[in-house]
Nanobody, 128 residues
């Protein structure tokens, strides 16, 4: 059974930084596209950043470009990270890790319906 486990959320002041991590288990996912999404209360789930299976191609939402960095470690299985710098109160949300079931090394996906597996979410709260 596939599991995605996120860690690293918490409470931080505006201007601070957090690093989220996501570990995939249950199968080898070193060539599957992955992404980070977030959902704030009363809002739809939105993409934050996404990365191709080979780790070469990335996508960032306009609101986080230049502040967030997505990366993956394909050495063993799929481990996904999101470095979040210069955090703003509007970054407050539950952050989810997502993984696409079918493998494809060079394609990135930036919509929730492209992903098959989801983590349980981790809360990120940025105070002003």
């Amino acid at each position: 059974q596939v599991q995605l486990v996120e860690s690293g959320g918490g409470l931080v002041q505006a201007g601070g930084a957090l690093r989220l991590s996501c570990a995939a288990s249950g199968r080898t996912f070193s060539r599957n596209a992955m992404g980070w999404f977030r959902q704030a209360p009363g809002k739809e789930r939105e993409v934050v950043a996404a990365v191709s299976g080979n780790g070469i191609y990335t996508y960032y939402a306009a609101s986080v470009k230049g502040r967030f960095t997505i990366s993956r470690d394909n050495a063993n299985t799929a481990t996904l990270s999101l470095q979040m710098n210069t955090l703003k109160p509007e970054d407050t949300a539950v952050y989810y890790c997502a993984l696409r079931q079918t493998s494809g090394s060079s394609t990135i996906y930036n919509t929730p319906d492209a992903y098959d597996y989801w983590g349980q979410g981790t809360q990120v709260t940025v105070s002003s």
